[in-house]
């Protein structure tokens, strides 16, 4: 049985226990993942998103078989064998292609679908719930369930032919929240989903499934996406609230292999995390979140260096990233509003983290690792390690972290992730340590 599969079989039978979903391709962000997967002798979920990665590279260049590898051998660095990783396809639909007509879109989304399935991706997101060029707005269920069962017919082909089986689990849903956060602002809060609204995507999937002789893979159909009331904007944070999403909570326990899938969980406080979790929300994703605490790290650790190497040695990182970003403002332009001042501060400092698609910028790169190459070569002063990155500091004292930038990185991200590992996993005693 697929792992993915015990885990949420546990969870029907009353055990309060989840697991988290990284969704990054960042190096950094995966190692730190990968890491504390190790740590807490856990699987490692990894997801890419129909944006980072499809047959033609994505924007982060990679296919489905290069990210495949690409994490694969950061695993084999850290030390977690490959049978405790779980690679997941996110938003794989028509996504990448509603700018077409339906047709063209779907026969993209078709070959998508192929590329992940037969690179090993074994936990696949269907998202058709997106209109295209020719369609009505919304889409509504019923058309969105039909074009989810066309692309699971192709995954179920790829998988017989290249593996002689199929192993993978489906998560479907049609109300799902946007990917990196809200682009306005958060003033008037977040509706969860209706608990009727939920059936009628379930009831919808089931049907359309079943139209095209899919009936023996519904029960692996592992996770329907609702909003369970949480988000993010550039500055605001919805926390969840559990008294809210009851009625809807109570949905899943008419299933017996359903569970939720809770996307935008970025930012949730660890309690919120563990209600999440105890509410059947037993798939948590986090991608933003984790780039924002990796940025967070890397201008500590530029603050530092400020201090500390002569002004002709230091890297400039924050000066590289601001002027690239404006050199090439296409992924932020669109969703940093308001004056110059308020768009140089989000580009710095906003939750939705779109920073994260600049670090593979070559220019950038250089910087980050000169920013490190100038810290790694001397000690980092504890009074300074204690101004700017004060969680590690105290690791380092007590002598659970060693004192070196790359170290420090991977134990801020691992600071937001331990909070998703104690929430999915209560059990484990080690999740705090490094």
Not at 241 to 257: G, I, P, T
Not at 406 to 432: F, K
């Amino acid at each position: 049985m697929n792992p993915l599969s015990e885990l949420i079989a546990r969870h029907k039978q009353g055990e309060p226990i989840g697991i988290y979903s990284v969704c990054s391709a960042h190096p950094l962000v995966l190692e730190a993942a990968l890491r504390q997967a190790h740590a807490s002798n856990g699987l490692a979920l990894i997801e890419a998103t129909s944006n980072q990665v499809d047959q033609t590279g994505g924007y982060t260049g990679m296919t489905p078989a290069d990210f495949r590898d690409f994490v694969m051998s950061i695993a084999e660095k850290v030390g977690l064998p490959a049978h405790r990783i779980i690679l997941g396809g996110d938003h794989l639909g028509p996504n990448r292609w509603q700018n077409e007509s339906a047709e063209v879109a779907m026969a993209n989304a078709e070959e998508l679908i192929r590329h992940y399935v037969a690179a090993g991706f074994e936990k696949i997101h269907l998202d058709c719930s997106m209109s295209c060029a020719d369609d009505p707005t919304p889409l509504g269920d019923e058309r969105a369930a039909e074009r989810a069962a066309r692309l699971a017919t192709i995954a179920e082909q790829t998988a017989e032919e290249r593996f002689g089986e199929s192993r993978l689990l489906y998560i479907v849903g049609t109300e799902v929240p946007v990917p990196g956060g809200a682009r306005e602002s958060l003033d008037s809060g977040i509706t969860p989903t209706s608990p009727q609204a939920a059936r009628d995507t379930i009831a919808a999937h089931r049907q359309a499934f079943s139209r095209v002789g899919l009936d023996a893979i519904w029960p692996r159909v592992i996770g329907l996406v609702v909003q369970p009331g949480v988000e993010f904007d550039h500055l605001h944070v919805i926390d969840y609230q559990r008294d809210e999403a009851q009625a809807l909570k109570s949905v899943v326990d008419e299933y017996d292999h359903l569970v939720f899938e809770a996307h935008s969980t970025d930012y949730q406080t660890r309690s919120a995390l563990e209600a999440l979790v105890q509410d059947h929300f037993a798939i948590l994703k986090v991608g933003p979140g984790l780039t924002f605490a990796l940025r967070e790290a890397l201008f500590a650790l530029e603050d530092m260096e400020t201090l500390l190497v002569p002004a002709d040695q230091r890297s400039r990182l924050g000066e590289t990233v601001e002027r690239r970003m404006c050199e090439a403002p296409g992924y932020w332009q669109g969703h940093y509003h308001g004056d110059e001042a308020q768009q140089r501060f989000a580009r710095r400092f906003s939750l939705s983290d779109r920073i994260r698609y600049y670090w593979p910028d070559p220019e950038i790169q250089a910087a980050q690792q000169t920013l490190v190459n100038n810290l790694a070569e001397q000690e980092i002063p504890l009074p300074l390690l204690s101004r700017y990155m004060p969680l590690q500091y105290r690791r380092v004292r007590e002598g659970h972290l060693e004192n070196h930038p790359h170290t420090l990185l991977m134990d801020h991200v691992s600071t937001v992730l331990r909070d998703y590992a104690a929430a999915c996993d209560p059990s484990h005693t080690c999740g705090d340590q490094p």
